[in-house]
């Protein structure tokens, strides 16, 4: 199976061009550009929700005719304060599309599912939480062979270059999970730390890929 990677475009949607239509598309989070901050200096939720729904009504129709009617696999990030799933669903796509945080899926022999939530950061974004325990085991419960999250797994992939001033981008109980209980992953798609987009490695038996900023094919 070929399944296109992407996560973290915050809007260039165009470098879904970059590779062959695949079998199926993996979208990883902050596929949406954001307004920014208000006059306050903070971020303004019901501000972002407007701004991507009406970046969708222009870009959406382009962004579909790219994505080719290939079903789409979805887990959103912090930057989306709507859902591409969603987006998709209400603009008739012409494939299936599922949000793999919600329920997973299976697809030729491969369980996919995931989870959105990233490790608390200043609280403005979407899908802070202080502990990721309980969608850890939710996501690992699902039994999947392929993993779909945001963030990656504390210790991969995951330095932001920032020291300990860094907002310490992993999660930890994922790592865990990974390490110490029985499952079937073989593949963990992610992204959110941008100074490893584009890099993978295999740990445990996991191929894990960080496709931050990127589009790329990767074959299970």
């Known amino acids: 199976m070929k399944i296109g990677h992407a996560s973290d475009l915050h809007g260039r949607y165009e470098k879904l061009e970059r590779i062959e239509l695949p079998d199926v598309w993996a979208i990883t989070g902050d596929f949406f550009p954001n307004r920014g901050r208000g006059p306050a200096g903070r971020i303004v939720a019901e501000d972002e929700v407007g701004h991507q729904i009406r970046w969708w009504r222009h870009r959406g129709p382009s962004i579909m005719r790219r994505l080719g009617g290939r079903p789409v696999l979805w887990v959103g990030g912090n930057h989306d304060f709507v859902s591409l799933a969603g987006m998709l669903r209400m603009s008739r796509y012409a494939g299936a599309v599922h949000d793999v ?120």
Request: hydrophobic content about 40%; glycine content about 14%.
């Open 101 to 220: 945080a919600n329920q997973p899926v299976d697809i030729d022999g491969h369980r996919f599912a995931g989870f959105r939530e990233i490790p608390y950061m200043d609280g403005e974004w979407v899908g802070e939480a202080h502990d990721l325990s309980e969608v850890v085991d939710r996501a690992m419960d699902a039994d999947p062979t392929v993993l779909l999250t945001h963030a990656p797994p504390a210790g991969i992939l995951d330095d932001d270059g920032m020291g300990a001033h860094g907002h310490g981008g992993g999660v930890s109980p994922l790592t865990t999970a990974l390490t110490w209980r029985p499952h079937r992953v073989v593949a963990h798609l992610f992204g959110h730390i941008h100074e490893h987009g584009g890099r993978q490695v295999e740990e445990m038996g996991i191929r894990f890929v960080n496709g931050a900023g990127c589009v790329t094919t990767v074959e299970i």
